[in-house]
């Protein structure tokens, strides 16, 4: 396949960026979208200019790293899956394919395709974490009965890898889906008890604080999630936000 690629180029956070044009060609549809970019790098530095920089780590759709807006799309086409797992298949010869970085306020362009995440990161640090007595009386948690449909949600929202993808789906920049399922994984365990109260309360004021936009149940978030994750999750939020708020 010979492909036009628009991608945004732009130097660092203050510089203003721009869609600059790329041929590659020789692209085969068993390369993955990253792999083509890869391609596109070489020839770059072959050429002597600068390469594209993008965020990559596993290659394997576990790290959430991958994070491109590929026409219009947060990880393109396909569904269900990241960007690294996307295929060049999708694509046919000859066609012209977009490639932005995800776009939200809270997520700053750092380079090119890279952005800066880390406000996830601080959404997680207010209160993504259960308090566990290791004195010496720690019960086994397979001791623990858990109910078996509490169990299976609370693993299908654990599955949520932190890529940003429904953040940039979202036409207010919500990250409702990306908390819930933060929130959820421990709300329907024993284990995520203790804490429940303070932290719904506290990673829900710190999406609010990095400026993420509220949820008006569009739904584009839950789309695009190449994990799947529920708009059960945002119900379940909610819930666990009030009774937070009321017992506060
Ligand atoms: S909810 Fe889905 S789209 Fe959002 S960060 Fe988690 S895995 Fe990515
Ligand atoms: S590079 Fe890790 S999920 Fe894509």
Redesign the pocket.
């Known amino acids: 396949m010979n492909l036009t690629l628009k991608i945004w180029r732009q130097k660092d956070a203050n510089s203003k960026g721009a869609i600059v044009d790329y041929q590659v060609q020789g692209i085969e549809g068993d390369m993955s979208f990253l792999e083509m970019l890869d391609v596109l790098n070489e020839q770059l530095i072959t050429k002597g200019e600068e390469p594209v920089v993008f965020d990559h780590d596993c290659r394997e759709g576990i790290c959430?790293a991958c994070s491109l807006q590929i026409n219009g799309e947060?990880h393109g086409p396909d569904r269900l899956v990241t960007t690294c797992q996307l295929h060049m298949r999708k694509f046919n010869d000859g066609d012209t394919i977009y490639i932005e970085p995800f776009r939200a306020k809270a997520f700053p362009v750092v380079k090119d395709l890279m952005v800066d995440r880390s406000a996830?990161d601080r959404i997680q640090h207010a209160g993504g974490y259960i308090s566990v007595n290791t004195s010496g009386n720690t019960i086994d948690a397979n001791a623990i009965p858990v109910n078996k449909q509490d169990a299976d949600d609370a693993f299908s929202a654990a599955?949520?890898?932190?890529?940003?993808?429904?953040?940039a789906?979202c036409k207010n920049a919500s990250?409702m889906?990306?908390t819930s399922?933060k929130v959820s994984q421990f709300a329907l365990l024993p284990q995520g008890q203790v804490e429940a109260t303070d932290r719904v309360l506290a990673m829900v004021n710190q999406m609010d604080e990095e400026g993420f936009g509220n949820c008006t149940n569009t739904g584009a978030?839950e789309i695009?999630?190449?994990?799947?994750?529920s708009l059960e999750?945002i119900a379940r939020m909610n819930r666990e936000y009030v009774k937070a708020s009321m017992k506060g």
């Open positions: 959430g947060p996830f599955t949520c890898i932190g890529c940003g993808a429904c953040v789906a990250a889906l990306f399922a978030c695009e999630c190449p994990k799947g994750i999750n």
